[in-house]
């Protein structure tokens, strides 16, 4: 079991520019959760899908963040026109569902997002 | 706001001791999950106590919970330096199968 893979592990983009970040949740979970994680607000929850489809996304600031679960391999976060306060550590998590679920969430090691 | 203490916590212990981290919360949880984070890598479970239990051991961990003050503890026994990390507390708000919302967390550093 390889785990959540994120990539890429570490992205810099200028001021304005788009980054786009991967996520591929353990294969034959159903739930795919982002967070963001910063020094100073800590871990934020984003977004999350269950069985590809979007089920809470209030932690997504309204404007230039998106996220998609095209297939149950993996999911996207997109960010555009970045500013430098999006700098941070940007962390995908997959857990199963269902059952006797704990709700324990499996983290990937994160993608570092550094905005000039 | 969820969490009785807002910001990063840090201990710095000798090995070979005990410590105990805590953490209140002020929505009522299913569960409270325990993670530890070492530098440059994601969150990982480590224990976690269901609303209906006092105390959990794992090993040299053990997690109290305390539904009645919503708080609950995660003390380690006789620390070794591999224990330094960052531990967060997590609840679930009532939903077991949704999002998990996590505390500030505590660094924890043990000193040779």
């Known amino acids: 079991n390889a785990g959540v893979i994120q990539t890429p592990r570490h992205k810099v983009t200028g001021k304005g520019q788009e980054a786009t970040l991967w996520c591929e949740p353990i294969?034959?979970?159903?739930?795919v959760f982002w967070y963001r994680q910063t020094i100073v607000q800590g871990l934020e929850f984003l977004t999350y899908?269950?069985?590809?489809?979007?089920?809470?996304d209030s932690g997504m600031p309204k404007e230039r963040f998106s996220a998609q679960m095209p297939n149950q391999s993996h999911s996207t976060l997109k960010i555009q026109s970045t500013q430098p306060q999006d700098s941070a550590v940007y962390l995908c998590?997959?857990?199963?569902?269902?059952?006797?679920?704990?709700?324990?969430?499996?983290f990937g090691e994160g993608s570092k997002l550094t905005v000039l | 706001s969820q969490w009785g203490e807002e910001n990063l916590q840090a201990l710095s212990i000798q090995e070979g001791e005990d410590v105990t981290m805590n953490c209140s919360y002020k929505t009522y949880t299913t569960v409270v999950h325990w993670y530890r984070q070492d530098s440059g890598r994601g969150p990982a479970l480590i224990i976690l106590?269901?609303?209906?239990?006092r105390e959990k051991r794992s090993g040299r961990l053990r997690a109290t919970l305390d539904t009645s003050s919503q708080s609950s503890s995660l003390s380690i026994t006789a620390a070794q330096c591999e224990d330094t990390a960052v531990y967060f507390c997590a609840t679930d708000q009532g939903s077991a199968l949704g999002r998990l919302h996590f505390g500030a967390g505590t660094q924890l550093i043990v000193i040779p």
């Open positions: 998590a997959s857990s199963p569902g269902g059952g006797a679920n704990t709700g324990q969430l499996y």
């Open positions: 294969s034959g979970h159903s739930a």
């Open positions: 899908f269950r069985n590809q489809a979007p089920i809470d």
């Open positions: 106590i269901r609303s209906n239990e």
